[in-house]
């Protein structure tokens, strides 16, 4: 039986501010979840909110992690540093950071490989464009994208991901796959990860990402295939990020 995950990531957003006041609305919030719950903050605010969560239930997670384990690549934040501030999970191949910073399968594979080095679950992102959706590729493209990440992995490792399906056409723009749509692309993920480790499959958490809000989250979480929800803009605001938590409940 897999738990539920609802995730938030932040992205560039927040302030010492604003994230004392999201976090305490959190943690008035979220603690009694029968969901598993993670906030992923930016990096600079991980002390912050490793202080605020403790004791809370709350997951804490980052949003990108360096492929290397330490040495000369200025900027760049090693998982150990992400565990020596509790983290737990890790997003990578966010389709911003794909689009942004150009990051293909193979890096976003060492970086989920980097990350279970140190024991962080990495947050597996995949996920088709407009485009290549209108092309009726988008089975295709999602299991390009998952093969090539899942083979720079041990296949004793499918086990110690999540994937997040995100349709790059529903992040942040208000659009969202219907529960049929993710429902379809959810069991192709499942079928994927059946292909290199069928015992581990079963139990891995596929959460949906794509402009998930109140209202809409019970009827995708309700898919057999969708177990949880990677979620942007409605995590920052602690009354919308709790009644997703609850839908999952
Ligand atoms: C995301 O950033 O992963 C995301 C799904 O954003 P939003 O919920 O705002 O679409």
Redesign the pocket.
């Known amino acids: 039986m897999r738990r539920t995950l609802i995730a938030g990531?932040w992205?560039m957003n927040g302030s010492l501010e604003a994230n004392a006041i999201l976090l305490r609305g959190l943690q008035a919030g979220a603690g009694s979840a029968e969901a598993d719950v993670a906030v992923c903050v930016p990096a600079p605010y991980l002390a912050q909110a490793q202080v605020a969560l403790a004791g809370t239930g709350i997951a804490l997670g980052a949003q990108d992690v360096s492929a290397h384990a330490s040495g000369a690549f200025t900027g760049e934040v090693a998982a150990s540093m992400l565990q020596d501030f509790g983290c737990q999970f890790v997003?990578v191949g966010?389709s911003?950071r794909r689009t942004y910073h150009c990051e293909d399968d193979a890096l976003v594979g060492q970086k989920a490989r980097a990350a279970l080095a140190v024991g962080l679950t990495p947050i597996v992102?995949v996920g088709e464009t407009a485009g290549q959706r209108d092309a009726g590729r988008t089975g295709e493209i999602v299991s390009a994208q998952l093969d090539a990440i899942l083979d720079a992995l041990e296949s004793s490792d499918i086990g110690r991901i999540v994937v997040?399906y995100?349709p790059v056409w529903?992040?942040?723009?208000g659009k969202t796959a219907t529960p049929e749509m993710a429902q379809e692309v959810h069991g192709l993920i499942r079928q994927r990860l059946a292909s290199k480790n069928p015992a581990a499959a079963a139990g891995v958490q596929i959460l949906y990402?794509?402009?998930?809000k109140p209202d809409n989250a019970r009827e995708l979480l309700a898919m057999p295939d969708i177990d949880g929800g990677?979620?942007?803009?409605?995590?920052l605001k602690a009354v919308d990020f709790i009644a997703i938590i609850e839908a999952a409940g």
């Open positions: 990531n992205k997003i966010h911003e992102c997040a995100e529903a992040i942040g723009t990402g794509g402009s998930m990677l979620v942007g803009g409605a995590a």
